[in-house]
Nanobody, 123 residues
Framework: QVQLVESGGGLVQAGDSLRLSCTTP????????GGWFRQAQGKEREFVAA????????YYADSVKGRFTISRDNAKNTVYLQMNNLKPEDTAVYYC????????????????WGQGTQVTVSS
């Protein structure tokens, strides 16, 4: 069982930055491809970004391209999501997940999920 723990969420103003972190206490996920999804209130969960376990491939939703950067540090067993120039429409619960194989934007491909961290962007 892989338990993922997200951190770094909070309340910020439009234009600010946040960095989310995702780790697995007590267990490594260094060979798992990882990703971030988000779910705004009343909306379906949507893909945000993904990264291969070697960091050679990164993928982004069009809505965050150029503003968000996904990265990982396998030595620290952590996946990050750097979010710059945040907008009110980025307000959501952000979820870390691992396990995709061929379709990084497909939630069904991820076998393990965190509990989520709230990001709220005020205008």
């Amino acid at each position: 069982q892989v338990q993922l723990v997200e951190s770094g969420g909070g309340l910020v103003q439009a234009g600010d930055s946040l960095r989310l972190s995702c780790t697995t206490p007590g267990r490594t996920f260094n060979t798992y491809n990882g990703g971030w999804f988000r779910q705004a209130q009343g909306k379906e969960r949507e893909f945000v970004a993904a990264i291969t376990w070697t960091s050679t491939g990164t993928y982004y939703a069009d809505s965050v391209k150029g503003r968000f950067t996904i990265s990982r540090d396998n030595a620290k067993n952590t996946v990050y999501l750097q979010m710059n120039n945040l907008k009110p429409e980025d307000t959501a619960v952000y979820y870390c997940a691992v396990g995709w194989r061929s379709r990084p934007a497909s939630a069904e491909q991820y076998g393990y999920w965190g509990q989520g961290t709230q990001v709220t962007v005020s205008s």
